[in-house]
DNA sequence: AGCATTATTGATCGCATGATCAACAAGCTT
DNA sequence: AAGCTTGTTGATCATGCGATCAATAATGCT
């Protein structure tokens, strides 16, 4: 009979070893979730024993944190870099509302939601949520400046230190409406219209101005 | 030595054993979160063999559904009732706004952002999680169209059947920015004055009407 | 008082988890 | 070719889970 089993798996460069357990840890929190990257699980992914991958990875909390990073700031990363390539604070903030909302990346944000949940008893995994929340906000919070100081926002009355809470404000919208669109598909058919309305007037852009096409 | 260690529970009746065994899933629901629902668990805090609970449940993802409902069902409608006593669509929008995001209720919060992630593994769940965003939002879209029949609300160029959107766009909103707050409870200092701006120009609501105080 | 009903126990099964470690073998150095 | 370094294995331990069920004891009924 054919040898198909292989009995010991190639022996390969730590690199490149780790670079494989933490694609297959990457894989299976999108599939199947966070809560799915276990020893076992991770292991047969690569084609390997359980062994090595504790052999590779502290503990199983810190892989579960370090691939929520890898995943949602390769998102983060990607998005912001689109962002350079448009002409103002006004585009960008659409595009922003756009990408973020057209269901294109729910499995993300299924990884998202239950980050959230499993911070609670994973203190290493809850300090990267809040480190990765921050660099939303920060994108966010840099396209509002930018729009308010060179006159596209209005934000009237509110001063000066108020464009650090709206980028807060507008990143927990977009979450709660990506969240409910995983539980709840079709609720609503124009999340993008109604949420661009209530950013516009949030941050006195213009009538129809964060709509997307 | 005296006897503080109970032998056997008291016996009691079908009826009040299954009342504690529910009311000890709701705190541990509460306290440590719905995935610490366990036959263990409930049993040990209702002082009880882990056999009993069982016996009272047909199987703990049952029991882990019937718990998310009873807990959010009475929050639902304990802030339901309380908009009766209150004078218009406008008071009750800018009631509900205030009250959801006080931060009086972050058990709850954790409770609603756990299941929308057990829902993926807990058909019975997923099946309530979807009944309880139902209940929420048909109290918004009431509210809302009360609103725009009494001429309080102007949704402008938007079609008849967008109060049920829009109701789904607010929820969504309020989701989002009370699980942030569950995370990043520094973030923002006056979530609720934003929010009311921005529900505001959704609605067309009078600038600072559905500002709390 | 005797009996039938049933609430309650606790041991048990099968399964899954994270972690650990002695043994093995592949590849590099000398 | 020999030897050493180290990537890799797989068995093992302690723990926890849901579920099941025969045995036990408390209750209410006759």
Redesign the interface.
């Known amino acids: 009979m054919s040898s198909t089993t292989q009995k010991r798996a190639t022996r390969k460069s730590p690199a490149e070893r780790a670079a494989e357990i933490t694609e297959a840890a990457r894989g299976i929190a999108l599939e199947q979730?966070l809560?799915a990257i276990t020893l076992r699980n991770v292991a047969s992914r690569v084609g390997v024993a359980s062994g090595l991958v504790a052999h590779y990875e502290p503990n199983v909390d810190a892989l579960v944190a370090g691939t929520f990073t890898a995943i949602v700031a390769a998102e983060t990363e990607e998005v912001a870099g689109m962002l350079a390539a448009l002409p103002g604070p006004v585009e960008r903030l659409a595009f922003l509302l756009g990408t973020l909302m057209d269901g294109s990346r729910l499995d993300v944000t299924?990884v998202w939601?239950?980050a959230?949940?499993l911070?609670?008893r994973n203190e290493a995994l809850?300090e990267c949520?809040?480190e990765q929340?921050d660099a939303w906000?920060a994108v966010f919070q840099a396209v509002v400046e930018d729009g308010v100081a060179g006159g596209h926002f209005n934000t009237g009355d509110l001063d000066a230190g108020d464009a650090?809470?709206?980028a807060?404000?507008i990143?927990?919208?977009?979450?709660?409406?990506t969240?409910?669109s995983?539980?709840?598909w079709g609720?609503?058919?124009?999340?993008g219209t109604?949420?661009a309305?209530?950013?516009?007037?949030?941050v006195g852009a213009a009538r129809g101005s964060l709509q997307m096409r």
């Open positions: 979730g809560s299924a939601v239950e959230w949940t911070g609670r809850a949520v809040r929340m906000q650090a809470s709206l807060w404000q990143l927990g919208m977009i979450d709660g409406l969240a409910q995983l539980v709840r609720g609503v058919s124009d999340r109604h949420l309305r209530a950013v516009e007037g949030m």
